[in-house]
């Protein structure tokens, strides 16, 4: 469960080309899953591997956020398997590890759904009911951690703040899929919502 729900620390600085955090704020989030040509991701994925990415669908805020740059693409695989995508970065101070400004993780939703924040479990959280652009989402710790079930896919926002969460989730934008961050999102797939989906 732990690795299910926790942001991911980070214990690498991940550092952004000078200058393109300006050249991309105005546009809000740049092209759909692109990076700006000037910026080397660091990470264990391409956004060219995560457009041709076929398990579930993707989604980011594009290349930059109000500013904060897309610095990293990690693709988890294992027992569980996700996609991250990280924005900004964090400079670790001790073995702890730092918290960049902005995480998208995006999970299938057969691993990752709200059966698994039941109340009822010992342990369980209890999650701020919401909805976001036409879908089912859930906001926790304070509202600045976002999760938005989306067709196949859940996707969770770690954010400062409840406000950036939110104008995160008006962002986002398919990355091997043609969603705009203007377009509702598609509904969650049957059995997404209960953890009945099957993986596979």
Same mark, same amino acid.
């Given at each position: 469960m732990t690795r299910v729900i926790r942001k991911a620390v980070i214990l690498f600085s991940v550092t952004a080309a000078v200058g393109a955090a300006a050249g991309f704020a105005a546009t809000r989030g740049g092209s759909a899953g692109v990076s700006p040509p000037d910026v080397a991701l660091k990470g264990n994925f391409s956004i060219a591997q995560a457009q041709a990415f076929a398990d579930f669908p993707l989604y980011n805020a594009g290349s930059s956020m109000d500013g904060i740059?897309?610095? !990293?693409?990690?693709?988890?695989?294992? !027992?569980?398997?996700?996609?991250?995508?990280l924005y900004g970065d964090c400079h670790a101070s001790d073995d702890m590890g730092c918290a960049l400004p902005?995480?998208?993780?995006?999970?299938? !939703?057969?691993?990752?759904?709200?059966s698994l924040y039941q109340s009822s479990r010992p342990g369980g959280l209890t999650p701020g009911a919401t909805s976001v652009r036409g879908v089912p989402a859930a906001s926790f710790e304070g509202g600045s951690r976002l999760e938005i079930q989306t067709g196949t896919s859940t996707v969770v926002v770690f954010a400062r703040t409840p406000d950036v969460a939110m104008q995160v989730a008006s962002a986002l934008r398919g990355v091997n899929l043609p969603v705009q961050a203007s377009d509702r999102l598609p509904q969650p797939a049957a059995g997404a919502l209960d953890g009945k989906l099957g993986c596979g």
């Open positions: 740059p897309l610095t !990293a693409v990690v693709h988890s695989t294992g !027992a569980s398997t996700s996609v991250s995508f902005l995480e998208i993780q995006v999970w299938p !939703a057969c691993i990752r759904n709200p």
